[in-house]
């Protein structure tokens, strides 16, 4: 009968796992697997069919794959953690399948010994259909404006600027690399900390254009990171903005690195000792995650409107090229998280955006977590920051011109030194206000007056919306500019461009842009190949019409400083 049929199933089931030495020893070591087996043919069958017990089933298929063979696997996994991330999974599946997205991975870890204490490798392991038993901890996917951290923090421990440091946010090109805001809008000059808080693209970009590419991907190596592509060059400037690829658990790891102090401590499922490594410098990584806690911010989930956000709690979204992945990655007091969604197909979802889907799942995981951790609820800033003085509109080293300075947190060991560049004391003829040099003050009244100058391509963004900015007086009759002039410096063609043409388009389709900074204020000649070009002043710019073969590209201001640059043209295919 039933009873019968159920006894030997569960007799066959506690033969296998003796035959594997996984059977369970409710006595002790001494017992054997034969007096253990006899003592379960012995005992009574339940009325029916029990379910096996399926805890953490990505994770324990994900092991079971990398260390066959082995009859039972110690983890770190928290049960009560665990259970925590597959409910916030699963409670978010139904309206994320509304909305076309099937695909979803939680990561916790424990931030001060990397130890993972959660692992949901789906939002269903039994959707079939859209390979809901893949493990999409493990998966390599674009991680989007989400390692905008990393670049911030390098810049900080480089001393190459300070959270109120003004970056432009205008329309820029690298070669042929446009990068341009989700919100695809621009807002000129903004803190470096308001940068990162709205995740704009373009001071990123110039970031890693000033740290370098390799210096990077080196840095994430460091922090863990194994699914980047070895080979030199493979990666550009679009890699600030998601142009690679990590798993949800290197991610988690290159965060709980920010969230304890900067050291790095490799994330493992497995008890032991851990690999580890100075990730960040200590104040670097507490500056960032000081920008991360600022609230007012576009990546702010609608849902958490009302609520707010968990206390202490410092979060980053990302949001890959063409809406294919959206994440959330943060910290609180205690543990990392990180949280993925997109389709494993690849195929994109227009709601496939991280402060709207995925951040809200962050904060749930967060602060369900805060209840739970002995953790203080921030770290102190470290001792090796210190207040420093900076031009209150610039964030930079303050001049004499600038008339009003704040304090600023930097680290002692890379204070920004670079002078504020904006503002700019001027001696102006008060009957006229022309500027006036230090050879043709005699005879005139003049007073010191202070002026605003913003960089060109500043002035450039502005003045192709038909928009002006008040600029320093031109000088006076009579009168020549003295002092140390710098000479022009190209911004575009970038060092290294090669310009390809695409067969069948017109040639005039095709310009090559030329633009250059300069603080002189006439005009500045172009020439290429020795062939003049036309003049124009720093805020405006020049096209030229390309031609295969390489080419040398010369500006020169009117007090005869230049700059060149070399540009290799070739055409598509050859």
Same mark, same amino acid.
């Given at each position: ?26 006595? %002790? ?152 805001? &989700?919100?695809?809008? &621009? ?158 197909? %690849? ?74 560049? &904006? ?19 005699? %005879? ?131």
């Amino acid at each position: 009968g039933r009873e019968a049929r159920l006894r030997a199933a569960r007799d066959q089931v506690a033969r296998r796992l003796a035959a594997l030495g996984a059977l369970p020893r409710p006595r %002790g070591a001494a017992a054997s697997d034969e007096q253990i087996l006899a003592e379960i043919a012995a005992a009574p069958v339940p009325p029916g069919p029990r379910p096996f017990p399926r805890e953490a089933p990505h994770a324990a298929s994900w092991l079971r794959a990398r260390e066959p063979g082995q009859a039972r696997l110690r983890t770190t996994l928290d049960a009560g953690t665990q259970r925590l991330a597959e409910r916030v999974a699963s409670g978010a599946a139904p309206d994320l399948r509304r909305q076309g997205i099937h695909n979803g991975a939680v990561v916790v870890l424990e931030s001060r010994s990397g130890e993972v204490r959660a692992l949901a490798g789906n939002l269903d392991f039994w959707d079939g259909a859209h390979g809901g038993q893949i493990a999409a901890f493990a998966e390599p996917r674009s991680p989007g404006s989400a390692l905008k951290p990393v670049l911030y923090a390098m810049a900080l421990e480089r001393g190459l600027a300070g959270p109120r440091t003004l970056v432009p946010d205008v329309p820029l090109l690298f070669g042929s690399y446009a990068p341009r805001n &989700f919100e695809a809008r &621009f807002d000129g000059l903004v803190p470096l900390e308001e940068a990162l808080a709205r995740s704009l693209n373009v001071p990123f970009v110039s970031l890693l254009r000033d740290l370098g590419v390799e210096p990077f991907l080196g840095r994430l190596r460091a922090l863990g990171v194994r699914s980047l592509d070895p080979r030199p060059g493979h990666y550009g400037l679009s890699a600030a903005v998601g142009g690679l690829e990590l798993t949800p658990l290197e991610l988690a790891g290159v965060y709980a690195a920010l969230a304890w102090g900067g050291e790095w401590v490799e994330p493992r499922v497995r008890p032991g000792p851990a690999q580890k490594g100075r990730g960040f410098a200590p104040g670097a990584a507490w500056l960032t995650g000081q920008a991360l806690a600022l609230r007012d911010r576009p990546d702010f989930p609608s849902r958490r409107q009302l609520t707010g956000a968990p206390a202490h709690v410092r979060w980053k979204t990302g949001t890959s090229f063409g809406h294919r992945d959206a994440w959330a990655a943060g910290w609180g007091p205690g543990h990392t998280a990180v949280v993925w969604l997109g389709n494993l197909d %690849g195929s994109p979802s227009r709601q496939l955006v991280g402060g709207e889907v995925a951040a809200p799942m962050l904060f749930d995981l967060l602060e369900a977590l805060a209840d739970r951790s002995g953790a203080p609820a921030a770290l102190p800033a470290p001792s090796e920051l210190a207040e420093v003085e900076v031009c209150a509109l610039s964030g930079r080293a303050p001049t004499p011109a600038c008339p009003e300075r704040r304090s600023t947190l930097a680290l002692r060991s890379a204070v920004p030194t670079e002078p504020c560049p &904006f503002h700019r004391r001027v001696e102006v003829e008060v009957a006229s206000g022309k500027a006036l040099a230090p050879g043709c003050r005699e %005879g005139r009244r003049a007073e010191a007056r202070t002026f605003v100058v913003w960089p060109a391509s500043v002035r450039r963004w502005l003045r192709d919306q038909d928009r002006a900015l008040p600029e320093p007086p031109e000088l006076a009759p009579g009168c020549a500019r003295g002092g140390p002039r710098r000479a022009p410096v190209i911004v575009s063609p970038p060092p290294g461009q090669v310009a390809l043409l695409a067969p069948g388009v017109a040639a005039e389709r095709q310009e090559v842009v030329l633009e250059a900074e300069s603080s002189a204020e006439g005009a500045l000649a172009w020439f290429v190949d020795g062939e003049y070009l036309g003049s124009a002043r720093a805020d405006e710019r020049l096209w030229w019409r390309p031609r295969p073969g390489a080419h040398e590209v010369v500006v020169t201001d009117e007090a005869g400083l230049s700059a060149r640059r070399r540009l290799v043209v070739r055409e598509r295919g050859r």
